[in-house]
C-alpha cells in the first residue's frame, strides 16, 4: 500500500510524509485511549473480572463443566462430567495478585477493545486502497471482530476448561499436589483465549492472500495435507503439553481452512465472471 494512493480531501492537496505520520499518531492514540479506558473499567470491576471471568474455568460450577455433565447424563457416560478440579492458586510473591491484577485488566481491555482498534487500523489503510481493493474488503472490520470474538469464546469456553482439568488432574505421583501460581494460571488462560482468537482468522488472511493473487484453491488443495502438519505444530505450541487440547484447537482452524479453501475457489468464480465481462 503506497501512501500516495491516498484519495480523500487532505490527501488531495499534498500530505507530506511528516503529516501521514501525524495522523498515525492520531489513530494509534485513539487505540490506545480505547485499550486503556477498557482496561481501567476492567481494573476496578475486580470482583467480576476475577470472580467470574478469569477464575470462572477453575470452579467446578462453571458452564461448560455443567454442560458436560449435563451431557453425560444424557449419553449415559459418567466420565464426560468433570466433578473436581484438584488444585489450589497460590501468589508466591509479593506483587504477584497485583502485577496479575494490571496485566489481567490490560487483557481484557485489548479484548473488548479490539474492534475499535481494528477500526481505527482500518481508517488509516482504507483511504490508500483503490476503489475496487475498498470494496472487495468491505465488512473487514465486522469480519475481523466476528472471527476474533470466535475464537476468544472457543478458547476460553471450551479449550481453557478442559486443559485446565487436564493440567489439574495430571500427577507423576499422588504425593505431588497441584499448587499453581496465579502468574501462571494467569498466562495460561490468556495464551489459549489469545492464540485461539487469532488463529480464527485464517478464512481473512486466505481471504487476502487469494485476492493479492498469493495463494489459489488449487495451491491449498495441493498442501492440505502440509496444512494439516503446521496447524498440529502450531496447536502443540501454543497449548498446554496434552492432546486433547492440541486436537480440540486443531479441529476448528481446519474447519477453518476447508472454509478459506471455499473463499477462495468463490473468489476465483467471481474474478472469472468479471474477465468474462471486460471481455465483452
Known sequence: ??????????????????????????????SISAILIFMVAAFLSKS??????????????????RVLCQVSEALSIPALCIQELPFIIQSRQ????????MTSSLVVGLIVAFPYV???????????????????????????SLLFFMGAAFGY??????????????????????EFDIT???STL?????????????????????KAGLVSSAFLKTYRRHAIVIILVLSALITPPDVISQILIA????????????IAKRLERQQREEELKNDY
Open 94 to 101: 509479593m506483587t504477584g495478585q497485583f502485577s496479575m491484577h
Open 118 to 144: 481494528f477500526w481505527e487500523v482500518w481508517r488509516f489503510i482504507s483511504p490508500g486502497l483503490y476503489d475496487k481493493e475498498r470494496n472487495a474488503a468491505r465488512g473487514a472490520v465486522f469480519f475481523v
Open 48 to 65: 467480576f473480572v476475577f470472580g467470574v471471568v478469569i477464575l470462572g474455568p477453575s470452579k467446578i460450577d462453571f458452564i461448560t463443566y
Open 184 to 186: 501462571s494460571y494467569i
Open 251 to 262: 479441529m476448528p482452524i481446519l474447519v477453518l481452512y476447508e472454509a478459506g479453501i471455499f
Open 190 to 210: 490468556a495464551m489459549l483465549v489469545l492464540a485461539s482468537a487469532v488463529m480464527f482468522q485464517l478464512p481473512i488472511v486466505i481471504y487476502f492472500l487469494t
Open 157 to 178: 469456553f471450551i479449550l481453557a476448561p478442559l486443559s485446565i482439568n487436564f493440567l489439574s488432574n495430571y500427577q507423576l505421583d499422588p504425593s505431588i499436589a497441584n
Open 1 to 30: 500500500m503506497a501512501l500516495d494512493q491516498y484519495k480523500d480531501d487532505e490527501e488531495e492537496e499534498g500530505m507530506s510524509f511528516l503529516d501521514h505520520l501525524e495522523q498515525l499518531r492520531w489513530h494509534l492514540l485513539r
